[in-house]
């Protein structure tokens, strides 16, 4: 069973007070541990003293690195995942890092990417659609956010960003003054 959290920060500093340098292994542990109480900066640290990491460490790394904001280096480390199963994952946290350092046209192109792309992680995949519909909401073009969203609640219906891209794609109709079709696809929402 895990420690508790303040418990876990204090074997942490245990272990790096008395027993550095550290072995490659504890090193990885300490890594995922940190992250899971968000002491982020030991974290990249660890996972950086642990390297070459297998691609779910890799991620693990990636993700830690743009909490730090460091999204430069986050970007290269999603970039070198290759296993198939969290592909989607590491590209989607990558779309996100993009965004994060400004280059918002990039970004979408990496989003709508990770949507389009075959995969069997369709939470991932719907979560890429569904951001990109906010963002273009936040830009104004409710018209390509509306498609954007029913895309998403027509190809993921059963995850729960399907649901609510049904939701907003009524929203928007009902905004725009189409209260009639609004409330069609609202009544179709509640009978799933």
Not at 112 to 121: L, N, S, W, Y
Request: net charge positive.
């Amino acid at each position: 069973p895990a420690l508790p959290p303040e418990d876990t920060r204090t074997v942490i500093e245990i272990l790096d007070r008395n027993f550095s340098p550290l072995q490659r292994a504890e090193e990885l542990v300490i890594a995922r541990r940190a992250a899971a109480v968000e002491q982020w900066s030991r974290s990249a640290q660890g996972y950086a003293r642990a390297a070459p990491l297998a691609d779910a460490d890799r991620l693990g790394h990636g993700t830690v690195l743009a909490r730090l904001g460091r999204h430069r280096e986050a970007i290269t480390v999603f970039q070198s995942i290759r296993g198939r199963d969290l592909l989607a994952k590491s590209r989607y946290q990558r779309a996100r890092s993009i965004l994060r350092i400004g280059t918002r046209a990039a970004g979408m192109v990496a989003l709508r990417q990770v949507f389009g792309a075959r995969t069997a992680d369709s939470t991932t995949a719907a979560a890429a659609g569904f951001l990109r519909a906010d963002l273009l909401v936040e830009s104004g073009d409710d018209g390509a956010a509306r498609v954007a969203y029913l895309k998403v609640a027509r190809r993921f219906p059963g995850t729960s960003y399907g649901a609510r891209a049904g939701f907003e794609a009524a929203l928007i109709l009902y905004l725009r003054g189409n209260a009639r079709n609004a409330a069609r696809e609202f009544t179709a929402l509640a009978e799933r």
